[in-house]
Each structure stands twice: as C-alpha cells, then as structure tokens.
C-alpha cells in the first residue's frame, strides 16, 4: 500500500557526507570530516524570535563536542532575518552567544538556489527536512542519513530533541 510517508527511493540519494559548505571565514566544511559523528545542521538568523536558541546551541556544542556529536550554523536570509554580511553575523554570534560550533556563510536553505545539502536531505527525509524557518535542525545519523527532524519552535535543550540526540550517540 502506497503512503505518503514512504521514502522509496531513501536508499538511493547518497549521505550526508558527499556534501560540503564553505564556512564564514572561507575555509571549507566538509561533512565527510564529521563521518561517524551525530551532525545538526540548523539554518539561523540574528534577527529572527528564535536567536537566543544559539545559547542552547552554544551549550549542546560544548557538553557534545567530545562525545561525537557536531553543531553547523548556517545562516540564511530566506526568511528575510539575516541581513548582514557573513562578518556582520560572525561578530554578532561571537558577542552575543560566544558561538564556537562551525558556521557557514550566508546561503539559500529553501527554493530553486537552495545549497545542495538542503535538496539532498529533502530527497532523503521528504518534507521535513525543509525549512519552514529560522532555526530548523536537521540531524544527521552515524551513517550520514537524516535520522530528524525538529522544527524551530522545539528548542535544542527539550527533552524531545535530546532523547534523539542522546539516542544517536
């Protein structure tokens, strides 16, 4: 019986780890460096009601970083809440949050010109995986799969999304 929430073709889009972003000083992110690590991915914003989840980003990096888990921040305008250039967005993470977890520069999460990360993980997850907003976490499994999604009202510090983070390391 045919479902909407089948992923048929799942085994056939790759992994995560095929994928790259260049971060917000230039150098670049290859996720294949993270291979056999539990990955969250989180398009983020400064101006958006959901910045002071990067505190709680902040905090699941340093309690995580040791124990196999990695944090990407990946700043998007798409939601019209993220202005500033990628200086501009380091700075502001950096002074406000004392961010530390790898960032990206400023790219497209959703739309024709989304980076290819983001079309990847909708073939592999379906329409979870596209962000709705700010502050939409993907999380990659050991195996370099989407393993969740969580939209961007559930915070990084609930316990709905540290049971999957606890249960993926």
């Known amino acids: 019986?045919?479902?909407?929430?089948?992923?048929?073709?799942?085994?056939?889009?790759?992994?995560?780890?095929?994928?790259?972003?260049?971060?917000?000083?230039?150098?670049?992110?290859?996720?294949?460096?993270?291979?056999?690590?539990?990955?969250?991915?989180?398009?983020?914003?400064?101006?958006?009601?959901?910045t002071p989840q990067y505190e709680d980003l902040q905090s699941l990096w340093k309690n995580y970083?040791?124990?196999?888990?990695?944090?990407?921040?990946?700043?998007?305008?798409?939601?019209?809440?993220?202005?500033?250039?990628?200086?501009?967005?380091?700075?502001f993470c950096e002074t406000n949050f004392g961010i530390t977890f790898p960032m990206t520069e400023k790219i497209n999460v959703i739309g024709k010109e989304s980076h290819p990360f983001y079309k990847w993980a909708r073939k592999d997850f379906g329409i979870g995986a596209i962000p709705k907003w700010n502050f939409h976490k993907i999380i990659i499994g050991k195996n370099g799969r989407v393993a969740d999604t969580f939209s961007s009202i559930t915070k990084p510090s609930s316990k709905k999304f540290m049971k999957i983070i606890e249960d993926l390391i």
């Open 1 to 50: 019986m045919f479902s909407f929430f089948t992923k048929i073709a799942a085994a056939n889009n790759g992994n995560a780890y095929e994928y790259e972003f260049t971060g917000i000083d230039g150098d670049v992110i290859k996720l294949s460096k993270y291979r056999g690590k539990v990955i969250v991915v989180v398009n983020v914003a400064s101006r958006c009601g959901y």
């Open 65 to 91: 970083e040791n124990k196999n888990l990695v944090i990407i921040g990946v700043p998007t305008n798409n939601f019209r809440q993220e202005p500033g250039s990628n200086k501009d967005i380091k700075d």
